[in-house]
C-alpha cells in the first residue's frame, strides 16, 4: 500500500462527481495543478489506488453494494502522499455486474471506436452469449501477438489503449484482457479485467472472467491462449480457476 501522511483533510467542493454512482463509477471532477494525484477507493479494508491525469477521469466501485470511502491524494515526496479531500458513500447497485458494463479505468472503450464497431461485427449473427464471448475470444487468439519488447519498457503507471492494441494486434497480457474486456462490455457482456498469477506463468499476469448466462463467471485467457496456439498447443476457450490467484479485479 502506498504511504499516506497522517494531516487534516483539506476540503475541496465536488473533487468526487457520483451521479453515475448506481451504475458502479465516479468521475474525479478536479486535478490540482502541477500536482501528481492519485485517488484511492477502499470497501472493507480492500483498496485500489488510480493514477489521476485528468478532470473527468472515470473510476470504477468495482467491489459491489457498500460503503465506500473515497480518498484524493496529493504526492509529497519519496512516494509520499497527503490527503486532500475524503468521502464516505453508499452505494446501491440495482445489478452487481453494472461495473463491469462501463468505461473505467483500466479500461476505456468507446461506443463508437473501432473496437466496438469490431466486436459488434465479430458478434452480429450470434445468438448467445457464450458465442460471442468466443468469437471475440478467437479472434484475438488467432490474430494478435505478444509483444516481447514492450514489457521492458513499461513503467507501473501503465494503463492499456484498447484502440492502439487493436489496430497494432499486439500486446502484453494487460492490453490483450483490456481489449477483450472492452469489446465485451461493448456489446452489453459483463467481463472482468483480473491481476495476479497463473499457476504455469512467472511472471505477474492478466485476465478476464466473463459473464455467461446459466453459467456465471468463467475464466477466459487470451492472452496466454494466443502464445500456446502459436507454438502448436490446443488451448481451451474455459479455463479451471483455481489454476490462477486473483489479486485485483477491474
Not at 205 to 212: G, I, P, R, T
Amino acid at each position: 500500500m502506498l504511504p499516506i501522511l497522517n494531516k487534516p483533510l483539506a476540503s475541496q467542493a465536488d473533487v468526487f462527481d457520483l451521479s453515475d454512482a448506481e451504475l458502479g463509477i465516479v468521475k474525479v471532477n478536479q486535478a490540482l495543478k502541477d500536482k501528481k494525484i492519485k485517488v484511492m477507493i477502499q470497501k472493507n479494508n480492500v483498496s485500489y489506488f488510480y493514477d489521476v491525469n485528468n478532470v473527468g477521469q472515470t473510476l470504477p466501485l468495482q467491489m459491489g453494494s457498500g460503503t465506500y470511502k473515497l480518498t484524493l491524494l496529493e504526492y509529497i515526496d519519496s512516494n509520499k502522499y497527503m490527503p486532500k479531500d475524503s468521502k464516505d458513500i453508499e452505494v446501491k447497485l440495482a445489478d452487481e455486474k453494472l461495473p463491469f458494463l462501463q468505461s473505467a479505468s483500466p479500461i476505456y472503450w468507446d461506443k463508437n471506436g473501432e473496437a466496438a464497431k469490431m466486436a459488434a461485427k465479430l458478434s452480429e449473427n450470434l445468438s448467445t452469449d457464450e458465442q460471442k464471448a468466443y468469437a471475440i475470444y478467437d479472434y484475438i487468439v488467432k490474430n494478435f501477438e505478444y509483444d516481447k519488447d514492450k514489457v521492458k519498457s513499461l513503467n507501473s503507471n501503465y494503463i492499456p489503449s484498447v484502440e492502439e492494441t487493436l489496430s497494432t494486434k499486439k500486446g502484453i497480457c494487460f492490453d490483450y484482457a483490456a481489449l477483450y474486456a472492452a469489446m465485451l462490455r461493448s456489446i452489453n457482456i459483463p467481463a472482468k479485467l483480473v491481476k495476479g498469477y497463473k499457476n504455469d506463468v512467472s511472471e505477474y499476469h492478466a485476465w478476464n472472467e466473463v459473464y455467461l448466462q446459466n453459467q456465471g463467471w468463467i475464466t477466459v485467457d487470451a492472452c496466454y491462449d494466443s502464445i500456446m496456439s502459436k507454438s502448436g498447443k490446443a488451448v481451451s476457450f474455459k479455463k479451471n480457476a483455481n489454476e490462477f490467484k486473483k489479486e485485483k479485479e477491474y
